[in-house]
Structure formats: structure tokens, C-alpha cells
């Protein structure tokens, strides 16, 4: 996870898995950032948060088969720069609300997840949806009722997005997911 930009602001991300035991990473935390930490454990996932001048860091960690694993998250706390809006650039419904908009740049890949939401059927959303797409130039590689809702895939070349749409009694969300290729 390099170059990851959630909900406007840019995310380091550090993945690790190497021989080692728990106890000696919570160690090596609970000196290094002495009483400035909070410490809990989700699930099966050991975690800190401490917070450091205008960086967030969030270190996640698990054990299993005597191997540690886990993650090391920096967010910067930059509150006053300018963002972008979420969700800027989709062609969406008006009343459309954005929840979330992460963006990541890997070598050869430039990825979106897009996560929103209305109060339109999923029907209504998948015509909407459909219909920027094809006037967009993209061709349609797969359509289809799933469980509570629809799918679709449409491609541009190498490029591709995946559209699903989950309708609920009072709500629907939409799942836009891109993966563009350099």
C-alpha cells in the first residue's frame, strides 16, 4: 500500500512479516513512546496509536506460526491544506453522498475505491451508472443481479471499473472501484 490517499489525506503505509514474537514489538513501543500511546487489541490485531507532532501512527500487529506480522500506518494531520472533494471526477447521482474516496498509485497501477451512497433503487442507480459509462467510451464486459443488488464491469482497454450496487429498505450503496494502467 504505497501512495495511498483515504478521504483526502495521503497515507504511509509499512507492511511487515519477519521471524518474532509480540511481546517483544509491544515492548519496543511501550519504551519508545513511553506513556504517550494507547494500546488495544482488535480481534486477533495488537494495536498502538500515538500521536506525534502533526503525524498519527498506528502500528497493527499480529503472531502466527512464529512469524509477526502486521502494519505500520503514518497519517499526517495536515486538517488546513486544501482536499479535494470526495468523489471528485465520478460522474455520480445528484443526490449522491460520497463516504469514503481512497486513492493509491502503484508502479503500474493507479487504483480508486469510491464508496457511496442514495436513496435511489438499485435498478434506477444502475441505469445512471451504466449509461455515464457507455457515454464515457467504456464498453461493458459484465452486467448482473447479485444478492441484494447489481454488478458492473466495464473495460477501456487495459483499464477497468467495477461498479456494485446494494439496495437496502432504506438505502443503496454504490461500490465504484478503478484500476487504471500505466
Not at 502486521?70 to 472533494?85: C, F, H, I, N, Q
Request: hydrophobic share 35%; glycine share 8%.
Amino acid at each position: 500500500m504505497q501512495n495511498v490517499v483515504y478521504n483526502g489525506v495521503t497515507l504511509s503505509v509499512k507492511t511487515f512479516n519477519e521471524e518474532g514474537r509480540q511481546r517483544s514489538l509491544q515492548d519496543f513501543y511501550r519504551r519508545h513512546w513511553e506513556e504517550e500511546y494507547s494500546e488495544s487489541q482488535v480481534d486477533e490485531w495488537h494495536q498502538f496509536i500515538h500521536l506525534e507532532k502533526d503525524c498519527l501512527y498506528q502500528v497493527q500487529s499480529a503472531e502466527a506460526d512464529g512469524r509477526l506480522y502486521g502494519r505500520l500506518t503514518m497519517t499526517p494531520l495536515d486538517g488546513d491544506k486544501a482536499k479535494a472533494e470526495l468523489g471528485e471526477g465520478i460522474d455520480k447521482p445528484v443526490d449522491t453522498a460520497v463516504i469514503m474516496d481512497m486513492t493509491s498509485d502503484d508502479d503500474y497501477k493507479k487504483g480508486r475505491s469510491v464508496v457511496m451512497t442514495n436513496s435511489r433503487g438499485a435498478h434506477e442507480n444502475m441505469a445512471f451508472f451504466r449509461s455515464s459509462m457507455l457515454r464515457q467510451g467504456w464498453g461493458v464486459e459484465m452486467e448482473q443481479r447479485i444478492a441484494e443488488g447489481m454488478a458492473l464491469v466495464v473495460k477501456k482497454g487495459v483499464d477497468r471499473v467495477s461498479i456494485v450496487i446494494n439496495e437496502s429498505a432504506n438505502q443503496t450503496q454504490i461500490f465504484y472501484n478503478a484500476e487504471i494502467i500505466d
